[in-house]
């Protein structure tokens, strides 16, 4: 159950397209005037999953005095990797253009996803330019990314219904690609016995933006698999305080709360 200091507004609409209407939610502290956000962004394989799926943490992190949106996006196979993409943009950019009514310091908004929703998020954050809906060169900036269990390159010929055309369609569509200096601060936690996505993802993910001098956190858990992060063994635990001081020392300005 939320907080009593927690307020969740549901089903938001924040874009409208031809044949329907995206829908988030929204969880505030109780009191809030200028604080940081996170726009979390749900797995299922591209094809399935809704918002929701992160409620556990936003009530959790909201208590903490993070406002989390939670957008919905469209599946396949009603639409490919850059109009999901799109589609989380569109999040973004709702949570910036709401910022006074939601209390929210629009310099102060991260993005976190798990399984296919970090591999969307991830795009987000290191190439909005390319995938904004509204197609401008003052795309919404995000502060942090960061992943869970996720995939990173989709260049494999079994991803290919997903990444949408062009020639270069796959390699657009692989996070691991965008990667370089003016990547956000990233946190990326992915557990040792993952047989859903190989923690091979996230190592070599890891490695590029090492490379490319990001500041950056890794978290791996023994256990859990993939979906470690809502295991209640202790790994939901685990990963919450690394993801929390995380978060804190990126978006509080060193100070923890």
Known sequence: MPSSRVVVERDVP????????????????????????????????????????????????????????????????????????????????????????????????????????????????????????????????LATLAGFSGVYDLREDRYAPLVGNGPDAAERASPITWVDADAPPTFLAHAADDETVPIDETDALYEELLSAGVSIDRFRADGGGHVFLYDDMGWYEKATERFASFLNRHLWSGTHR
Not at 68 to 97: I, K, Q, S
Request: net charge negative.
């Open 14 to 141: 924040f874009r409208e397209l031809d044949d329907r209407t995206l829908r988030l939610d929204t969880y505030r502290p109780a009191e809030t005037a200028s604080n940081p956000a996170v726009v979390y962004v749900h797995g299922g394989a591209w094809r399935a999953g809704s918002k929701g799926q992160f409620s556990r943490y936003a009530v959790e992190f909201a208590d903490r005095g993070y406002v989390g949106v939670d957008p919905n996006y469209r599946l396949a196979p009603d639409a490919n990797v850059p109009e999901m993409v799109a589609d989380v943009l569109a999040g973004v950019r709702w949570c910036h253009e709401h910022a006074d009514s939601l209390g929210v310091d629009p310099d102060r908004i991260a993005i976190a996803g798990h399984s296919a929703g970090a591999h969307l998020a991830a795009l987000a954050a290191l190439a909005p330019g390319e995938f904004d809906p509204e197609d401008t060169t003052d795309s919404p900036s």
